[in-house]
């Protein structure tokens, strides 16, 4: 009798032995999208190349962000396409339309473009369920790309959200975020990839102040036009 209390006692030791052990190592998703968002918020600046897909439609870019609000995207495809937030106004060239688009801050202005900011990071925190979409092991990128990846996926809390469902790839090793899926009520669905991330380089504020073409013309609160 005592031999079957001591084998049941050691079974009960080892069964929580295992769960504590078992507790220690598994992070939920919305702890390990806080660490990530966390880490977004130590960055000062980055640089990184942009690549968006819309349908058919592509835009490659070059984005800069500067902390706390700043953000440029230089175009290569439509070449010579700006896009710039200071904070205040959204301003956005158009060169085959000889077009200056303007319009001041409200919340869904930049929705798209500050998804890989630390504001972009806490509102998807705030308005949006988080769920590991493979696990909380790293897996390929892509049927195409070796690199390993944290994959999550992000359901919005309420139907005003811009986004339906947003599909983040985190890097395993550096905690950047790579790619992101976003489709919209519509099913419209946006991809962004970053790559060449260079962080913290002391980006003058200067970066963030652009001149449009003096002939574009100019459109304002061109987000609440007909």
């Known amino acids: 009798m005592n031999t079957q209390k001591s084998i049941f006692l050691s079974a009960v030791f080892f069964a929580s032995s295992l769960c504590a052990s078992l507790s220690a190592q598994i992070t939920t998703a ?8 966390e880490y977004y918020g130590t960055i000062k600046d980055y640089e990184a190349d942009m690549d968006v897909s819309m349908g058919r439609q592509r835009m490659v870019s070059r984005v800069s962000f500067k902390r706390p609000n700043l953000l440029r995207i230089d175009c290569s495809n439509p070449a010579e396409q700006v896009i710039l937030f200071n904070g ?13 688009l303007q319009q001041a801050a409200r919340s869904s202005s930049t929705d798209g473009m500050s998804l890989a900011t630390p504001q972009g990071l806490s509102l998807m ?11 909380q092991t790293s897996v390929p990128l892509d049927d195409i790309s070796n690199e390993q990846v944290v994959k999550l996926v992000l359901n919005r809390r309420n139907m005003s ?8 790839a985190i890097s395993a090793e550096s905690k950047l975020i790579r790619r992101i899926e976003a489709t919209t009520p519509r099913g419209e669905l946006f991809v962004f990839n970053f790559t060449n991330y260079k962080l913290n380089q002391n980006i003058s504020d200067q970066r963030f102040i652009y001149d449009p073409p003096s002939s574009a013309n100019v459109y304002n609160d061109f987000l609440l036009s007909d």
């Open 30 to 37: 919305n702890d390990y999208f806080k660490t990530v968002s």
């Open 88 to 100: 205040d106004v959204l301003t956005v060239y158009l060169p085959g339309q000889s077009a200056v």
């Open 125 to 135: 925190s705030r308005y949006y369920t988080i769920a590991y979409e493979t696990g």
């Open 161 to 168: 959200e811009a986004f339906r469902t947003i599909k983040v």
